[in-house]
């Protein structure tokens, strides 16, 4: 069975410090990726995903993740953290084509001033 | 409407009670989930929804839980004789069903006593 395991539940980072959010993920099959943010009282807005092609991706916000087949995992970075990216981030995975999302169980980022 | 939408956003009731929470999926979407999100833990599938086939019901934890999704869009999830380990954030979100990426609603947060 898939699993997705996020190591770090918790991640406190200064402003304008980098981070890394990890994720890895378990499948022998061909997977689509993703990630999702969940401000405070909110509910979850698709950050990025990785479906095929460039092994890099990109969000709007810049954010970014790379897909490593190899290690199996997709890990979440952005070079300069702000106040207002304080929230939960969870990885999630799916077999190519069907519709079940196997959700982790999310790393709460704290950024601090 | 632009998003997902769901009622009511917090719903406290007694133990032993029926609620129901409505969701109201992007327009053209085929695709209809629900999710349950606990205190300090991941989101867990409850029921998937595509078009006219029969739903996955493979999630729901117990037969007090049922769904249902009228005329392919609104969707009600039903919790009979509610305990109060039901008390959670309960997600529905939407997607055109081909897997790729699901549109969340802001939840319902319900709150057993």
């Known amino acids: ?7 770090d539940s ?3 980072v200064f402003e304008e410090a980098p981070v890394e959010l990890r994720c890895n993920y378990s499948s022998s099959v061909s997977v689509y990726l993703f990630w999702y943010v969940q401000y405070p009282n909110q509910g979850l807005q698709l950050l990025l995903k990785y479906l095929s092609g460039s092994t890099l991706v990109e ?3 810049g954010f970014e993740a790379e897909f ?19 929230a939960e981030y ?21 950024v601090l001033a | 409407g632009a998003g997902v939408s769901q009622s009511p956003s ?4 007694e133990k032993g009670k029926d609620v129901e929470l409505r969701c109201d999926p992007i327009s053209g979407h085929t695709a209809l989930y629900w999710y349950r999100q606990s205190l300090g833990q991941g989101l867990e599938f409850l029921i998937y929804f595509q ?16 769904a249902e999704r009228t005329g392919g869009s609104v969707s009600t ?28 609603g802001p939840g319902t947060r319900l709150t057993v006593t």
């Open chain 1, 10 to 12: 918790q991640v406190p």
């Open chain 1, 90 to 110: 969870f990885c999630a995975v799916t077999k190519g084509g069907t519709y079940k999302y196997i959700f982790g169980t999310g790393t709460r980022l704290k």
């Open chain 2, 51 to 66: 078009g006219n086939s029969a739903p996955d019901k493979s999630g729901l934890p117990s037969d007090r839980f049922s």
């Open chain 1, 1 to 7: 069975a898939q699993s997705v395991t996020q190591l």
């Open chain 2, 10 to 13: 917090n719903k406290v009731t």
């Open chain 1, 68 to 86: 490593n087949k190899s290690q199996t995992s997709f890990h979440l970075r952005k070079p300069s953290v702000h106040i207002s990216d304080t």
């Open chain 2, 77 to 104: 999830l039903t919790i009979q004789r509610t305990q109060q380990e039901d008390s959670a954030v309960y997600l529905c979100a939407s997607s055109l069903g081909d897997g790729r990426e699901q549109y969340f």
């Open chain 1, 59 to 61: 969000s709007i916000n």
